[in-house]
């Protein structure tokens, strides 16, 4: 066919060069839309081959290519491929999908990474096979069942913009014999070649033959049957037999096959013997049970002669090579090479085992793959070269390389088995391949140490020439396989390494490899025996073992009953476990109990599965009897298509990744998430099974619609997976901790199944067997089982994902099962994202909102902004009513959200909707919500988020869900210090997991390997402390602890293979520690009997670590300190600790006293804070009256240990150190009552200041811990700007930083009647700080670091907003107001007692950039009080409103936010009187090069001041900062010249925009730190003196929300209009 595309293609498609070019137009505004497809039907074995032109990076996602039915002409182009339906398949990135959805995950190259040049072509194979060929690379079948007659598709997609076709014709020679390799290995399941007899390979089908002889002497049958030389793999077994004439066999038609008399060629006619189907597995099992039992006892290849007592063959690899008719060797030794001598055969098939020898003997070679003579220098070889040892394996680690005797065949595999391991090293055996030849190579330490010609698997990543090239290679680890576990490579003729992990392709390792390699072995560390298995029936490793188990136990030779393929119609149709079980596993009470005999020393390889398959709605359900405590993870169970008789067993069900669509494989629950073919497909599904008893159940289902359900204790768990096919067999796991189970078979009790299969339990007992949920809580939400299209409701619908995220982004809306009702908060976690679609047009992650349309009739479009009515949307920061957007810049931006947050929303009384993000209110989204009308929650899974669930919330707080991880395995954990808790870092020992976030370290194996460190290195008499929580008594020693220098982070990135198995033995770095009662350092003995033993610690048991002042080392026993352990310890070090022994799981205690988040710090010294008021002003809305207590309270006398009260309880002071000073009231707090108290003195040389809240439980008996974030039960602290609830931080950004009030400053807690907590300073409500305050409830003090003394406000005593102060600081103003005029009039300030004169670090900075212009203080207030700071803690410690009035008639002005201000001297010929409080405040912009010239003539100047002046600008001034160039004198305008204009504008948000302010730059005296600084004016203007216009910038978003932007600018020309009053500065 012509290498041309069809002229009919996608919308922005535009063709070229004849047809051969295709280019996307406008690819930086569109993404999609660039489809194309070939001009005509593509021919079998023709590959269309495009080549990619060009590339943007504005997009994510690229090229996508495959084939279609679809006939171009008539096509209505869809935007991109995947929408392609009716017979097409696409491949896309690394994803094969089939009419839009994924049928293969993970297949061959990813597209999204292909660059310029690269050629990708398509192929429809002979067979029927879709083929993608990446630069003339096949990369094998993506697709099976094509049909003929399809159109190749190239979709011009993401960053590919322009391809062009280079050829449409069948692959080149090279690339036919690739091709036609595959299709060899495919038809032979990755068979070893054998040998060839008349152009027939015969080397299974002669050792079969002649084991069927061997079955028939043992007694197994009496007349032997031999299969046709067509079905010479008795190890694969079909679904249906099928003779060559290919009509199907019976059960009950007897199959005819041969007895074995003679056979010289492959066709012959023997006469038949009539065997049933169920029969014939018989014969063929009990075959290949007793070839392998022969090959384990001496006998060799049974292919190469008869076999009897007295006769042995060659080994199955010692074949010779001579072309004649030999006959078989007479020696049973394992060289075994066809010599031509004739042995005698003493058995009765003797002479027919003769004859097959005549055939297959002669061709035997003695080239067997062994070890070579020359190896590495501690190795012993024995058993012929078969086994290879490294001697002293307690002494070495290394020089322990092996190396095969000959290079690899291609297709031949190698595989050893690993004999002897020791206990004593980390790493383990690394196995790989080398072009070095053995007989000249001087052979390495260790094989990663040669830096040419070798590839080498270790730990699970592979290395290439010593060098890492792929860190994750397979789930498996080297390092984590126990004695008998099989290893196995092998070199394809396409040039690929793969790899075997016990039978398991573990898929390519390397795609192009040499010719000539040999196998490498190195017996690293851990390995220290292994022999070489000459196994062809690789592929059916597990298999086979089961067989050989099997064979070896008592039963052998005693008739067994069929395994019939079809069930028995004579027998009862009872589920029963299949004898076909782990290699681990057996079968007992006649088919009902799975037991792992020896669960203490293994927790896999326990796979057991039903007799047959399940029935449609037919329950399987099994109880665990046993469980044992030495392991992590628990019973695991599923169904499979597989059938138990043919499967080869993994070491668990997880591991089995066959099944190569959604239709088939195996489908498991697991934790309490759902995997198909190994792939998660549910995170949070159901209960946790790691967490169920002995006496538990567990069961699972396929309903009659394909829906597949899971039971714990009898309690449905909702619908796991759909369209799963009928005829699957239930599967158990007896994983971890399970070690028996049997099948129940009385299930009449189980309730059934809801018909509204979204909705799911609510109540689980999984400590009762029996016990069963009722039914849902009518007001319970939860996801309506009506959604869109990519959506999937589970977890009894509580839980929606988007199916196929990689390649769908939106069609995933979902709705709440009922309306809202009013102040109900609808809130869900996000639980998973993809970084599918970043930087793409579709890179949003999730939309919220609510809708007045009802589930029932709402067409669920393909986003939620698509509806055009009664629907309210938070998108990315957008408010969204309808579709269009109302407004921007809403509190909080979605696309900023991660897993883990959380969001709500909640329509009010008042029709008002609001957000809630982490439980915190983001204010009013939208009003007008039709009152009293329906509203339902509304969820649209798009872009990134995959998953989300409904948390139990119902209000703004704390309810984030804990996502399961798989190694979380029924250990508890403990939730930790938030934000302050010391955590262990991510790299520790092999035996170890963390759990609970880096808290908590458990040892799920052996006694050692189980070193963990702090996160961060300890400060100075920084406690770290750990609390026991699981011992195992079969262990001897103990916990060991202590400091160490070395850095974790500085420990390569598989730590595991880095660290010592114990503590005693870490002499990297200098690591003191404690073991027993004896102090080490560096291994060596410092000193005997230091305090009690470590060793007689249990669980509860604390023990913790520190490094004091004076350089000694600490440890303390629950509490109690020890005493100087070491002496000389370094200042940089990391508490250390070791899982060692009897102590298998701790959990830390202790928190940082140097977090930066909490305010648990070490005291140091610390500038002042600001504390300065803001002037005389009435606020836009009113301010809320003063609460004043009624009610005197008192300290309680139980407080802590370093505080003293006075004056009758109503004062406290800390009187030594910084912490320990914990105060609660004597009386509880009631509802709306205000309790307040001053600061009275604070201590600058400590660093943090106070927290304060309310505690819910009384406490006369409450022990003190040290600081306040340590109370852990029912505690609502405020902390800094944060707010925390039991430790947990709920709320960021609140109030003002308490670390900065100043003494004077007044605080105060009130409950309100909705039992919300607010927090008052200086008398100004600071907002709702927490909810569900619980009564009674005591108020509570911490005075840590500055903060040494506080006071209770009473009655009698004057507060600040209280009317006593109001009344005083207004007779105040007035008496300044006759005293100093406007100065005072226009900045009153609050009272000097309660506000000193301290500033802030940000205004110091721009007081020192003030500095920096040298302007002259004449012009600047002399008292420094006026000059205001508008940072963040500053504005909220004096509780500013951002809006107020002033003026008369009253107009707002907006506080300038981020500025500072510095108060001007106002001038002596300005009027004093009082008419300037009635004049407005507005804001100018302008440069700093004309400061001084607007200062001099004290007004606003345009064209010498003013930005707006439309003069040149000078590059600089003599000051060194760039001004406007003069256009007239230094003196005023002339009175005939018209006088120019100067704006100004109510807000900086406008007047400080940077072309208004020009930024200039500046290094900071102090810190030498470079800057960019603005300058502005804060000014009176005279009302009437200005004309009020629309912005001149053309900006369309509105500038500041109080201000619209046609009066956002005001305009005089008044010269005496404006009066200065402060000089603003910002520094960025």
């Known amino acids: 066919m012509a290498a041309e595309l069809h002229p009919c293609s996608g919308k922005l498609i535009g063709l070229s060069n004849s047809n051969r070019t295709a280019q996307r137009n406008q690819p930086v505004q569109e993404f999609n839309h660039g489809l194309v497809l070939s001009r005509e039907p593509l021919k079998d074995r023709d590959v269309f081959t495009v080549r990619i032109d060009k590339k943007v990076n504005s997009w994510s ?30 491949v896309s990135g690394c994803s094969v999908l089939r009419d839009g959805r994924s049928v293969l995950e993970e297949y061959g190259r990813d597209l999204d990474q292909l660059s310029e040049g690269d050629r990708v072509g398509i192929q429809r194979s002979t067979h029927g096979e879709l083929h993608l060929w990446v630069n003339g690379q096949d990369c094998g079948a993506a697709a099976s069942g094509l049909p003929t007659g399809l159109w190749a598709v190239v979709d011009l997609y993401g960053k590919c913009t322009q391809v062009t076709v280079v050829s449409c014709e069948p692959p080149s020679l090279a690339e036919r014999d ?12 990755d068979e070893e070649e054998e040998v060839v007899v008349c152009g027939v390979r015969e080397g299974e089908f002669g050792g079969l033959t002649s084991a069927v002889n061997l079955a028939a002497t043992n007694g197994t049958l009496e007349e032997v049957p031999v299969l046709p030389p067509t079905h010479n793999r008795p190890d694969k077994f079909p679904n249906n037999l099928e003779p060559e004439t290919g009509k199907k066999i019976k059960t009950s038609t007897p199959v005819s096959v041969a007895p074995l008399t003679e056979c010289k060629s492959p066709s012959f006619s023997p006469s038949p013997i009539v065997l049933t189907e169920h029969q014939l597995f018989d014969v063929l099992n009990n075959a290949i049970v007793s070839l392998y039992r022969s090959e384990d006892n001496g006998g060799g290849d049974l292919g190469g002669g008869g076999i009897g007592r007295d006769s042995g063959t060659g080994s199955r690899g010692d074949r010779g090579s001579s072309s004649g008719g030999g006959s078989v060797n007479g020696n ?88 002897k391991l020791v206990d004593k090293w980390s790493g383990s055996i690394e196995i790989g391949v080398t072009t070095h030849n053995p007989n000249n190579l001087d052979y390495p330490a260790t094989m990663t140490n040669l830096r040419s010609g070798t590839i080498m698997m270790s730990g699970c990543g592979i290395l290439t020439n010593g060098k890492g090239t792929r860190r994750e290679y397979c789930e498996f680890s080297l390092d984590e396989l126990q004695e008998g576990d099989h290893i196995g490579l092998m070199h394809k ?287 319970d939400l939860r996801f309506h089982q009506l959604h ?28 709440s099962n009922r309306c809202l009702r009013d102040g109900e908060l609808f809130e869900i976690v996000i639980q998973k994202m993809v970084d599918r679609w970043s930087g793409s047009i579709e890179a949003g992650k999730i939309m919220a909102g609510v809708t007045a349309i009802r589930p029932e009739e709402l067409e669920f479009p393909n986003t939620m902004t698509d509806i055009d009515y009664d629907t309210w949307m938070l998108s990315g920061t957008a408010i969204m009513q309808d579709g269009n957007t109302m407004r921007n810049n809403y509190g909080c931006d979605l696309d900023t959200l991660t897993t883990g947050s959380r969001i709500g929303m909640m329509r009010s009384a008042t029709g008002d909707l609001h957000y809630y993000i982490n439980g915190v209110d983001q204010g009013v989204a939208c009003t007008g919500l039709p009152p009293g009308k329906e509203v339902y929650a509304v969820i649209d899974l798009y872009g990134q988020c995959v998953q989300v669930s409904i948390t139990s919330s119902s209000g703004p707080q704390d309810n984030s869900l804990c996502t399961s991880n798989i190694t979380e395995r029924s250990f508890p954990i403990h939730s930790p210090v938030a934000g302050v808790a010391h955590r262990l870092h991510s790299k520790h020992g092999k035996n170890v997991v963390l759990l609970g976030e880096g808290c908590q370290a458990v040892r799920v194996g052996g006694y050692a390997h189980g070193i963990v460190f702090s996160a961060k290195e300890l400060k100075t008499d920084e406690l770290f402390e750990v609390k026991i929580d699981e011992v195992d008594d079969q262990w001897s020693g103990s916990l060991h602890m202590g400091l160490t220098t070395l850095a974790p982070p500085e420990l390569p990135s598989c730590p595991m293979s ?61 509490g109690e300190d020890m005493g100087p352990a070491a002496t000389a310890v370094a200042k940089n070090v990391y508490a250390v600790l070791d899982l060692y022994g009897r102590v298998t799981a701790v959990s830390i205690v202790s928190s940082s006293v140097l977090e930066d988040a909490g305010s648990v710090k070490a005291p140091s010294l610390s500038s002042d804070s600001c504390s300065e008021g803001e002037e005389d002003r009435t ?106 609830h039991n430790s947990l931080k709920i709320c960021e950004n609140y109030g003002p930083n308490l670390d900065t009030c100043p003494e004077g400053t007044v605080l105060g807690l009130l409950v309100d009647g909705n039992s919300c907590l607010h927090l008052y300073v200086n008398g100004m409500d600071q907002g ?74 940000y205004q110091a900075l721009c007081s020192r950039f003030k500095d920096l212009l040298t302007l002259p203080d004449g012009y600047f207030n002399e008292d420094a009080k006026y000059n205001l700071c508008y940072c963040e803690s500053c504005h909220k410690l004096r509780g500013d409103e951002s809006y107020y009035k002033r003026g008369e008639p009253p107009r707002d002005y907006a506080l300038p936010f981020g500025w500072c201000r510095f108060a001007l001297r106002i001038k002596p010929h300005c009027d004093v009187s009082n008419s300037f409080k009635q004049w407005h405040i507005a804001y100018h912009g302008t440069s700093v090069g004309a400061l001084r010239r607007t200062l001099d003539h004290a007004q606003l100047l345009s064209g010498t001041s003013s930005i707006f002046s439309v003069s040149p600008v000078k590059t600089e001034g003599s000051n060194g900062y760039s001004e406007p160039e003069e256009n007239s004198s230094n003196s005023l305008p002339d009175r005939d010249r018209e006088v120019p204009r100067v704006q100004l504008s109510p807000t900086m948000r406008y007047s400080g925009l940077e072309m208004f302010a020009p930024k200039v730059q500046f290094r900071d005296p102090r810190s030498h730190c470079c800057h960019q600084a603005q300058v502005g004016f804060q000014v009176c203007v005279r009302p009437g003196s200005y004309k009020v216009g629309p912005q001149t910038l053309g900006a369309i978003e509105p500038l500041d929300p109080r201000f619209s932007n046609t009066e956002i600018e005001w305009i005089t020309k008044d010269q005496g209009g404006t009066l200065l009053y402060g000089l603003l500065i910002r520094v960025e």
């Open 61 to 90: 996602g690229s090229i996508e290519i495959g084939v279609t039915s679809l006939d171009p002409a008539g096509l209505d182009f869809p935007s991109s491929a995947t929408g392609l339906k009716g017979g097409s398949w696409i």
């Open 178 to 189: 690739t091709e036609r390799e595959t299709v060899e290995e495919r038809e032979q399941e």
């Open 332 to 419: 049973s030794s394992d060289s075994g090479g066809g010599t031509g001598n004739t042995g005698s055969v003493n058995s009765p098939a003797g002479g027919g085992g003769a004859r097959l020898g005549a055939v297959t003997g002669g061709m035997l070679t003695n080239d067997a793959l062994l070890f070579h003579e020359k190896c590495g220098t501690l190795i012993k070889l024995s058993n012929n070269n078969k086994t290879a040892e490294r001697r002293r394996p307690l002494d070495e680690f290394n020089n322990g390389v092996v190396m095969t005797n000959r290079p690899l065949r291609h297709n031949e595999m190698f595989e050893i088995r690993i004999d």
């Open 493 to 779: 003729a396409s040039g690929a390494l793969h790899f075997y992990i016990n039978g398991i392709d573990q898929g390519v390792a390397a795609a192009q490899t040499p010719a000539v390699v040999y196998a490498v072995v190195d017996l690293y560390g851990m390995a220290v025996k292994v022999t070489i298995v000459h196994n062809h029936n690789h592929s059916d490793r597990l298999r086979r073992n089961n067989a050989i188990m099997r064979a070896l136990s008592p039963d052998v030779g005693r008739p067994r009953p069929a395994h019939s393929l079809t069930p028995d119609p004579d027998t009862p149709d009872r589920l029963l476990f299949h004898s076909n079980c782990g290699q681990k596993a057996a079968i007992i009470s006649e088919g009902r109990t799975a037991l792992r005999p020896h669960a203490t020393d293994d927790f896999n390889h326990g796979v057991v599965l039903s007799g047959r398959p399940l029935h449609s709605n037919e329950v399987f359900q099994v109880r665990i009897d046993k469980m044992v405590d030495k392991w992590a993870g628990s019973i695991e169970i599923g169904v499979t298509t597989h059938n138990p008789a043919y499967l080869q067993l993994p070491s668990t069900m997880t591991n089995l990744r066959s099944g190569n669509t959604n239709q088939s494989g195996t489908w498991m629950m697991t934790g309490n998430g759902v995997m198909h073919n190994g792939t998660t497909i549910l995170d949070e599904y159901g209960h946790n099974l790691d967490r169920l008893k002995a006496g538990d159940t567990v069961g699972v289902v396929r309903k009659e619609d394909g829906s597949l359900h899971f039971f714990v204790n009898g309690v449905a768990q909702g619908p796991a997976a759909w369209n799963v096919p009928p005829s699957v067999y239930a599967v158990v796991d007896l994983y971890g901790q399970a070690a028996q189970a049997t099948i129940m078979d009385d299930v009449a009790d189980l309730p059934p199944l809801p018909e509204d299969s979204s909705e799911g339990p609510t109540v689980m007992s999984p400590s009762s067997p029996c016990s069963v949920a009722g039914g849902n809580s009518a007001n």
């Open 788 to 815: 869109g299209t990519n959506a999937v409701i589970t977890n009894g619908g509580r839980t929606a994902l988007r199916q196929n995220c990689r390649s769908e982004f939106n069609d995933a809306i979902v709705i």
């Open 1058 to 1118: 880095g660290l010592s198995p114990s503590l005693t033995q870490l002499r990297s770095k200098v690591t003191w520690l404690l073991a027993g009662s004896e102090v080490r350092r560096n291994g060596l003995l410092q000193r005997q009997n230091y305090g009690a033993s470590l060793d007689r610690l249990t669980v509860g048991n604390r023990v913790g670590v520190k490094r004091c002042s004076d350089d000694t080392m600490h440890v303390l026993i629950d």
């Open 1179 to 1284: 606020p836009v809305e009113g301010d809320e009256p003063a609460l004043v207590p009624n009610t005197v309270m008192a300290f309680l006398e139980n407080h802590g240990k370093n505080i003293q009260l006075s004056h009758e309880n109503l004062t406290a002071a800390r009187v030594s150190s910084y912490n320990q000073g914990l105060l609660v009231t004597a009386q509880p707090l009631p509802r709306q009552q205000l309790f307040q108290f001053q600061i009275d003195r604070l201590n600058a040389s400590w660093t943090s200041s106070l927290s304060l809240g309310v505690i819910g439980h009384s406490p006369d008996r409450l022990n003190f811990p040290s600081t306040a974030c340590c109370l852990k039960r029912s505690v609502w602290l405020l902390q800094r700007d944060s707010v925390f």
């Open 1328 to 1401: 709702v700080a927490a909810q569900d305050i619980p009564t009674p409830c005591y108020p509570l003090i911490d005075l840590y670091g500055q903060c040494e003394q506080v006071t209770i406000v009473t009655n009698n005593v004057a507060t600040v907003g209280g009317e006593g102060i109001k009344a005083r600081c207004q007779g105040d103003m007035e008496k300044a107001d006759m005293v100093d005029g406007i100065k005072e009039s226009v900045c009153w300030m609050p009272h000097p007692e309660v506000n000193p004169n301290k500033t802030c670090e």
